[in-house]
């Protein structure tokens, strides 16, 4: 198995040969959403991301970021959810992460199972006091 380094330096140039031309760390970096120096802090060995920046990482190059890194992949559906909410207008955002604390915040205190039809119904109208409508 590869080590952190070694993967990222293999993803970089997959990258900047999909590219079809020379390109920098840095703009790696600003494609990944991560600062330069720490770029190049895990491509030397001298650092590990961590948190959010797994997430990034991940999002962008792969889920076998985790098993390199030892650690255990997260739900797919979640990491495409998060993925995706990065690139959500701001508007859509601000509603939807509310909505979102809401509906778990009654589902937990209902003592609902999330699959149950109630907490459905329950899901759907806190989602549409939010301005979503959801449907099915």
Do not use: C
């Not at 703009?27 to 997430?55: K, M, N, Y």
């Not at 509310?98 to 329950?122: N, V, W, Y």
């Not at 759907?124 to 939010?130: L, V």
């Amino acid at each position: 198995m590869k080590t952190l380094p070694e993967w990222l330096d293999q993803k970089y140039r997959d990258w900047e040969k999909a590219q079809g031309s020379n390109q920098t760390y840095y703009t790696f970096a600003r494609f990944l959403d991560v600062g330069h120096s720490s770029l190049t802090l895990w491509i030397s060995g001298s650092a590990v991301p961590d948190g959010d920046e797994i997430t990034r990482l991940a999002a962008k190059l792969g889920p076998e970021i985790y098993a390199i890194m030892d650690l255990t992949t997260p739900d797919s559906a979640l990491d495409k959810m998060v993925a995706g909410f990065r690139s959500l207008p701001a508007a859509f955002q601000s509603r939807l992460a509310p909505a979102t604390a809401e509906t778990a915040h009654a589902i937990t205190q209902g003592q609902l199972t999330s699959e149950s039809a109630d907490a459905k119904r329950l899901a759907a109208r806190i989602f549409e006091k939010w301005g979503f409508k959801i449907t099915g």
